[in-house]
């Protein structure tokens, strides 16, 4: 019986896991770009001052600074969720993804920025390390399924057909 029950939460949490590792897999593909994005921009004058102002904040006012984002967009997300509610999905559904994408370049910069006064912080760091190993344990798991290595195999052969139409329509152009 101990057996059952443990294969009926794991049959449960199965999709909760999914929803998860896709959640982190995007907030993992956009962080590096996004926050190359911010950089650029930070390295205009008047941004490099404030860039230069955030890397010398104490622990805790660095981590009220990390915490802002969330809190700023939440109300830009709550307005959304309304305009989903009112019969605007698009408009919604936009803002939402919008949202996500600037708060995730917003947040991945403070991040960089912040690092070494959140760091020590001894409570935020054993947080992070926690949070890190558990995501890499996340991932590793969505990695090894099979749908993840079927989605592989499928990305791996669009790109060798999007490459053969590249090389055969070069091939056509210099004859």
């Known amino acids: 019986m101990h057996t059952w029950m ?26 590096e770009p996004l926050q190359r994005v911010v950089a650029a921009i930070g390295r205009w004058p008047g941004f490099r001052w404030i860039e230069g102002w955030v890397r010398r904040l104490p622990p805790y006012a660095a981590l009220a600074l990390f915490a802002l984002p969330a809190l700023a967009l939440l109300p830009v997300k709550l307005a959304a ?3 989903i509610r009112q019969g605007h999905a698009l408009l919604g559904v936009t803002v939402i993804v919008v949202a996500k994408l600037v708060g995730t370049a917003i947040v991945a910069r403070l991040f960089t920025l912040t690092h070494d006064a959140l760091m020590r912080l001894p ?19 969505a990695r090894a399924t099979a749908a993840w290595q079927a989605a592989q195999d499928l990305k791996a052969r669009v790109r060798a057909w999007l490459a053969a139409i590249r090389n055969s329509g070069a091939g056509q152009r210099r004859s």
């Open 6 to 31: 443990a294969r009926l939460r794991q049959g449960l949490l199965a999709p909760l896991k999914w929803l998860l590792a896709l959640l982190i897999l995007f907030e993992e593909w956009g962080w």
């Open 81 to 83: 969720l309304w305009a």
């Open 123 to 141: 409570w935020f760091a054993a947080l992070y390390a926690r949070w890190s190993a558990w995501k890499a344990g996340l991932l590793a798991w």
